[in-house]
């Protein structure tokens, strides 16, 4: 399994982005697509997720109502739309992808990372 994460870039305080990771090759019918972000300073972070085949989606309280997360599920797409940007959510965004149809805030839990993507917020 291949994961490709796009959408990053540099945007200014309370701005919007929207990221997307597509995974390739095959899959359990069964998984969760998750997103992480880390700063240099800082452990990489669990944001949410969404599963497969059901939908079930859940994110951190510290982001909701200003992130979502969604899905496509005939392209095995998932995407990290983020509203009301601060300069603290500047990070490395990274998607992963977990064998498991239960969305687990656990790193261990994630088999496939893509490459991260830099989100740059300004003030």
């Known amino acids: 399994v291949q994961l490709q994460a796009s959408g990053g870039g540099l945007v200014q305080a309370g701005g919007s982005l929207r990221l997307s990771c597509a995974a390739s090759g095959r899959t359990s019918s069964s998984y969760t697509m998750g997103w992480f972000r880390q700063t240099p300073s800082s452990e990489r972070e669990f944001l949410g997720g969404i599963s497969w085949p059901y939908g079930k989606e859940f994110v951190i309280e510290s982001v909701k109502g200003r992130f979502t997360i969604s899905r496509d599920n005939g392209k095995k797409t998932v995407y990290l739309q983020m509203n009301s940007l601060k300069p603290e959510d500047t990070a490395v965004y990274f998607c992963?992808?977990?064998?498991?149809?239960?969305?687990?805030?656990?790193?261990?839990?994630?088999?496939?990372w893509g490459q991260g993507t830099q989100v740059t917020v300004s003030s």
């Open positions: 992963a992808l977990s064998l498991s149809g239960t969305v687990y805030s656990d790193r261990s839990r994630y088999r496939y």
